[in-house]
């Protein structure tokens, strides 16, 4: 369906749908975080082992990323998100029963397994659905509808938790989940139809995968999105730690810190909507990943020296995050733009290169030999700095790529 063809109420509900498949990951990231200390209490373990739950969520939402890209292009939207979603209730209750750390952490990578099939088709759809020229625009809004998690997901599961126990947080995601797939099933239209010519043998697929990593475009803007968005994992890892160990606020504070600091990273997702009316997507870029390179340098320096109390840190973190606000639509529009016929599996590569960069990055506030708010600094400069380097480093090969050299 071609985006003239269609009013202004089906575009937005075609957003509205997409931007709730978005939403599966966060929520399922951010409603438990509160509960961080419950669980750990329940389980017996140190906040830190519950923290790595995060970590093998992103591995678990990484390998998906592989597997639905070939099935959602042989097989349509649909069909993988009904199996998808289906094994994801199953998969989240049981995480509502886990018993001890290692079932835990081992629930959560198949929780991301299956359920990272919604964020994949919802990327893949907007190809479906709009222009490539409409793409970065159209991400922003779902980063719109994708922001709202933040924002509520905590709060509402610190008040679960205050009324009940951590076990309903997970109950609640798999309810949510139900609903969307309902929603799915009598509401939204198939974004592509079934395409037999793509196979799903191993040696096809790896070619696929293969032709997509060579395109500059692709591998430059994937990874440059990857290194500046790993802010946002390390951020999410690493704040139940930071907030409510080194600052000692409460669960309840930190729920309205989380959500604070996310209205910095919906709100220029926002921005970026206008600027890429007047500015290309990859001039944004180029400026924001500065301003996060020098940002998170002196984050660092100043947590080095303990100079950065609560307030300096809640500051730094949402430039940090409003700065991946920007990154992440711009990247993944330019990044994906090469692509029409295997969107499905470019969207997934890009999606398996984000969350695995991310959830390798973001271990790494725990493996680091300091705590707190230096092992926080320490890993967004890294990844900050290592961004900007990719990005300045590739330019001239995009240019080329870009116009029909390579």
């Not at 090469?338 to 725990?366: D, E, H, R, W, Y």
Request: proline share 4%.
């Amino acid at each position: 369906m071609d985006l003239i063809e269609r009013s202004k109420s089906q575009n937005f509900f075609l957003i509205l749908m997409m931007g709730a498949l978005n939403t599966i990951t966060p929520i399922s990231i951010d409603m438990y975080l509160p509960a961080f200390p419950k669980i750990a209490e329940d389980m017996h373990t140190d906040i830190r082992n519950v923290a790595l739950s995060v970590s093998t969520y992103f591995f678990g939402f990484a390998a998906g990323q592989i597997l639905y890209g070939p099935l959602l292009d042989r097989f349509g939207r649909k069909r993988p998100l009904y199996i998808g979603l289906s094994f994801y209730i199953v998969v989240t209750i049981a995480c509502a029963l886990a018993q001890s750390i290692h079932v835990f952490w081992l629930l959560r990578f198949l929780q991301a397994l299956s359920g990272c099939v919604a964020a994949v088709a919802a990327m893949a759809m907007v190809l479906d659905f709009f222009p490539t020229n409409k793409s970065a625009r159209i991400i922003s809004l779902l980063i719109l509808i994708l922001g709202v998690s933040p924002l509520l997901a905590p709060t509402v599961g610190s008040f679960i938790v205050s009324i009940s126990n951590w076990r309903v947080v997970f109950m609640t995601l798999a309810a949510v989940a139900a609903i969307v797939l309902l929603c799915i099933f009598f509401f939204l239209p198939e974004g592509r139809q079934p395409d037999l010519t793509v196979s799903l043998m191993p040696k096809p697929i790896i070619t696929g995968f293969k032709n997509i990593l060579v395109e500059p475009r692709f591998y430059v803007y994937a990874l440059t999105g990857t290194f500046s968005f790993a802010g946002l994992f390390v951020y999410v890892a690493g704040s139940p730690a930071v907030f409510m160990n080194e600052f000692h606020v409460s669960p309840g504070i930190y729920s309205a810190i989380f959500a604070g600091l996310s209205v910095g990273f919906i709100g220029v997702g926002q921005v970026n909507h206008f600027l890429t009316r007047s500015y290309r997507s990859e001039k944004i870029l180029e400026a924001v990943i500065t301003v996060q390179a020098i940002t998170s340098m002196v984050f660092f320096i100043g947590a080095l020296n303990n100079s950065w109390g609560l307030a300096a840190t809640i500051g730094f973190l949402f430039i940090i995050l409003a700065c991946s606000g920007l990154t992440y639509p711009n990247a993944a529009a330019i990044a994906m733009s090469p692509f029409t016929k295997n969107a499905g599996s470019a969207s997934a590569l890009l999606g398996c290169i984000q969350i695995g960069v991310g959830g390798i990055i973001s271990m790494g506030v725990g493996a680091l030999p300091f705590r707190g708010s230096l092992s926080l600094a320490t890993t967004m400069m890294a990844a900050g700095i290592i961004a900007f380097g990719i990005l300045m480093s590739g330019r001239k090969a995009t240019a080329k790529a870009a116009l029909g050299k390579i």
